[in-house]
């Protein structure tokens, strides 16, 4: 078998390494954007919501009434092993 | 001619440079391709500034790139242009090597003060690693934002230990701290243009000074021996 000498790196090839070394800037690197939450409108008769208000109140501390109807979707998902 | 606007010092004046030379040599006639290369786009927002305000001035191209698209669109667009100007941002980043490899002259600027001429090193080692794969690369520097009054030690100081960097000429044109850069900037100006109140021939005849020697010392080099 003819001996064939060694392919040289080509000249794009050799650029392209040259650039990679230099660091990414600021915003350069596009960041993983957060998943954007999807919203939705909740129907509540008035009777639930004055029972979640009154629940709500008589916690300790500030829960929104968003978070807490998040924390009661979880454990319903929770107790039906999805979550 | 190439030239990019490079070095690994943030606020050095870079973007500043290129859109006055931009100015300048769209004024004289030429074809201009400005390329933003700096995430902080302030080249590509004075090019903006300048359309909407002065729609009758010289005019250039501004193309905003990064990374590797900085080599390969200015490899295809230079051929279109007299002159491109790249502005990269003050960090050895993928753009700013990427423009260092198309680039015929590297022009940087420095201001006298320590943290500034600590990163001429750097620069230096910079631009020895790009000739590797462009041999061609002409590097030059400059004092920028130096005493307005001219009568700092600093500035003498500076001057010479630029002028000692193996691999980068020292160009002797002086840019000093004056506020028409700011107001020049801020109308979508370059200082030259500047009318009215804010006109200032000192700083016109400055950069006049430092776009002809950068041009000069290019000219130079490039002629054959």
């Known amino acids: ?83 | 001619m190439i030239l990019c606007l490079a070095g690994t010092k943030g606020g050095s004046g870079r973007s500043t440079m290129a859109t006055n030379f931009a100015c300048i040599a769209a004024g004289q006639g030429m074809r201009v391709l400005m390329v933003d290369a700096d995430d902080q786009e302030t080249s590509a927002d004075f090019t903006a500034v300048r359309k909407q305000d002065h729609p009758d001035a010289p005019s250039f191209t501004c193309i905003k790139l990064t990374g590797r698209a900085v080599r390969t669109e200015v490899l295809d667009l230079a051929p279109q242009y007299d002159h491109v100007i790249i502005d990269t941002g003050g960090r050895d980043t993928a753009s700013q090597r990427a423009a260092l490899s198309v680039s015929d002259v590297i022009l940087v600027p420095f201001a006298p003060r320590s943290f500034d001429i600590w990163t001429v090193n750097k620069v230096a080692d910079l631009i020895e690693e790009t000739r590797n794969l462009n041999p061609k690369l002409k590097a030059l520097a400059f004092l920028n934002r130096t005493d307005p009054q001219g009568q700092g030690s600093e500035n003498q100081e500076a001057g010479e230990l630029l002028s000692g960097v193996d691999g980068i000429d020292f160009l002797d044109a002086p840019i000093r701290f004056r506020k028409a850069y700011a107001h020049a900037a801020s109308q979508g100006l370059a200082v030259t243009e500047l009318s009215g109140q804010h006109k200032n021939p000192k700083a016109a005849e400055e950069i006049m000074t430092l776009f002809r020697s950068c041009f000069e010392a290019t000219m130079k080099s490039s002629k054959p021996e």
């Open chain 1, 1 to 83: 078998m003819a001996l064939r000498a060694k392919p040289q790196q080509s000249k794009e090839a050799e650029a392209n390494a040259f650039i990679d070394q230099g660091g990414s800037v600021a915003g350069g690197a596009a960041p993983a954007k957060p998943q954007k939450a999807i919203t939705f409108t909740l129907r509540l008769d008035p009777e639930t919501n004055d029972l979640l208000d009154e629940e709500l109140a008589s916690l300790k501390g500030h829960i929104s009434k968003n978070t807490w109807i998040i924390h009661a979707i979880l454990q319903r998902l929770e107790s039906s092993g999805r979550a």
